[in-house]
């Protein structure tokens, strides 16, 4: 399989270094609050590569972290007047939640920062032992980007003409997260303040906290060790959280780090990128609120090529419920057909398989994992299911199944329509949304689909117009 690699900037092809398993990390969640599906867009995308390694015939070893401890996460517990454990438990909770709702393999481990103090410590303690950090005046640990020659080369820093020369000189930042272009030597170790109340660890350098950027070095040393095959997550960590990684575990490690880097671009809403500090996010249970099912969200994230950036809106969830029900009927028939009932298991590599109508569909995903070509390559061979020899429709019923699980879209049963009576009291709310949709007045549209909704109606807007049908 080919994947475009962010270091390169060239698709290169994946391949275990110890030739037995593909070992990647993650950069998970910060359980501060709800993860919103620009959130899901990520942790999607990082899921289907996995399970496209593995119905490839690779074994693979999936490692994701859980940010526990940071500004957000002690802000949070201390405005909820609980324990930082009671607060963060609760947000993993819901995440994952979240992730078996939307189909998302867990990953084999999901380490956490506060179960790896010690091992950060030890990372910084190497650090300065190796004249990369420096213990400051303001009792905080900092890494010297000085010190490290190869800073910046993940995110292109020399092209993007910073000074890193100038503008590092005794800057520092103890900020979890800093401006884009603003370089300065970032924080290991926060020294203690009184806003994080009772949130601190004993240390060599005083009571404090570890830096957010560390985590992850000191979790990837300890569960992939000192170089391992892909590292992710979305392009706002290029800079500097990976740049950062890099940074504390070339210095304090043997190794070359990760081989690959896969990033996944922003979902936008109106243009701009979906995050809980802009407000205009939506959570699974918002859009489940609406009436839409988690595995419409799923379909509708996957229908962008993930180096794209994908402008969400509420229509393309419709379109999704739209695709998935004709998928639903075309396996169906299929089914009906052919009798082919079983779904495959592939537990087993598939490598040599013969996918059959849908080969090209499996293909194109094992090309920088373009997700949005696959879908449309599946559904340009529904119409040719109904003329196949009976070998050919076995070939092809385990290709179909092969690219819906890589994909991890699960298809709904088919249900035969049934008639019926659409009560007119409904039809009239729809036909003043349908108005108030026209004029563009989008708050008297959503009154009046969560009323149809209370009655147990939801309303579709397609190419000819609008349909309601009951819930
Ligand atoms: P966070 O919990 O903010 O640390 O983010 C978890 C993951 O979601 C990281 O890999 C982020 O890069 C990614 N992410 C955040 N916002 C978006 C978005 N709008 N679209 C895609 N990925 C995102
Ligand atoms: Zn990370």
């Known amino acids: 399989m080919k994947l475009y690699d962010t270091a390169s900037g060239k698709p290169q092809d994946l391949s275990p270094i110890d030739g037995e398993r593909f070992r990647f990390y993650c950069c998970g969640p910060t359980v501060y609050g709800p993860a919103h599906i620009g959130n899901f867009r990520t942790f999607i995308l990082q899921d289907v590569l996995r399970r496209t390694l593995e119905i490839g015939g690779l074994h693979t070893y999936h490692v994701r972290n859980l940010t526990d401890v940071d500004d957000k996460t002690i802000k949070g517990a201390i405005a909820a007047d609980i324990p930082l454990e009671t607060f963060t438990q609760g947000w993993t909770e819901k995440f994952h939640a979240d992730c078996a709702a939307l189909n998302c393999l867990p990953p084999h481990d999901e380490p956490s920062a506060v179960a790896h103090i010690p091992e950060q410590i030890q990372m910084i ?22 010190s490290f020659p190869e800073y910046g080369r993940l995110s292109k820093l020399d092209e993007r003409e910073l000074d890193l020369g100038r503008t590092q000189n005794e800057r520092t930042s103890t900020a979890d997260e800093y401006e884009k272009d603003s370089l300065s030597d970032f924080v290991l170790w926060k020294a203690h303040k009184e806003e994080d109340g009772a949130y601190f660890w004993e240390s060599p350098w005083g009571k404090g906290r570890p830096g957010w950027h560390l985590e992850c070095s000191a979790m990837i040393q300890k569960y992939l ?18 740049e950062n990684e890099i940074a504390q575990s070339k210095c304090a490690c043997d190794g070359e780090f990760a081989n690959h880097w896969f990033h996944v671009t922003h979902l936008l809403v109106d243009g701009r990128k979906m995050s809980k500090s802009l407000g205009n996010f939506y959570t699974l249970g918002d859009l489940e609120e609406k009436g839409y099912s988690a595995m419409e969200v799923r379909y509708t994230l996957l229908g962008a090529h993930y180096r794209k950036p994908m402008n969400f809106t509420l229509d ?46 499996w293909n194109i995903l094992q090309f920088d994992l373009n997700t949005q070509a696959c879908i449309g390559k599946v559904f340009a061979q529904l119409k040719r299911l109904k003329a196949l020899s009976k070998s050919d429709a076995k070939d092809s019923w385990i290709g179909l199944n092969a690219v819906l699980h890589a994909l991890g879209v699960r298809v709904p049963t088919f249900t035969p329509p049934t008639q019926v009576t659409i009560p007119p009291e409904i039809t009239e709310l729809a036909e003043k949304r349908a108005v108030a949709k026209a004029q563009k007045d989008w708050t008297t549209c959503d009154t009046l689909r969560d009323e149809l909704k209370g009655q147990g109606w939801q309303v579709i807007d397609d190419k000819d117009g609008w349909q309601v049908k009951p819930l």
């Open 225 to 242: 060790g000192d170089s391992f095959d892909l590292h992710s997550g979305g392009v706002d960590l290029v800079f500097p959280h990976h």
């Open 316 to 361: 393309s969830l419709h379109a999704a419920r739209e695709a998935l029900g004709k998928l639903s009927r075309a396996i169906h028939e299929f089914q009906e057909e052919y009798g082919v009932r079983e779904i495959p298991a592939f537990k087993d590599s598939c490598q040599e398989k013969d996918f059959g109508l849908f080969q090209d569909a």
């Open 125 to 146: 303690e190497s650090l300065v032992e190796k004249g990369h950090a420096y213990h400051a005046d303001d009792g905080s640990v900092y890494f010297k980007i000085s």
